[in-house]
């Protein structure tokens, strides 16, 4: 299984940016991707949940209604629009999969917001 995150940057408050966690190696259409963000200091905090077929995204309270997640499965890919970002959206974010009993995340990527 193998995930790689893209599309961190610098953004001004209020600006949006679309993150991209392309997956491998794993039923994509089948199975739950999760995206997660980790502030210095801190633990991982979830964030979002994109569902396979049949079911509604999960979000957290911090980031609902402001942040869609959605997957191309021709692409085996799942995305995160963010938008209306603050300083607090600060992290690097991550995405995740449980599969066959083992956990896997990529690497992160990077989102500072400037106030």
């Known amino acids: 299984v193998q995930l790689e995150e893209s599309g961190g940057d610098l953004v001004q408050s209020g600006g949006f940016l679309r993150l991209r966690c392309r997956t491998s190696?794993?039923?994509?259409?089948?199975?739950?991707v999760d995206w997660y963000r980790r502030v210095p200091g801190n633990r991982r905090e979830w964030i979002a949940t994109s569902r396979g077929p049949g079911y509604v995204a999960n979000y957290a309270a911090s980031v609902e209604g402001r942040f869609t997640t959605s997957r191309d499965n021709a692409e085996d890919t799942v995305y995160l629009q963010m938008s209306n970002l603050s300083p607090g959206d600060t992290a690097e974010y991550f995405c995740h999969v449980f599969w066959r009993l083992s956990h896997y995340w990529g690497q992160g990527t990077q989102v500072t917001v400037s106030s």
């Open positions: 190696g794993f039923t994509f259409d089948d199975t739950d």
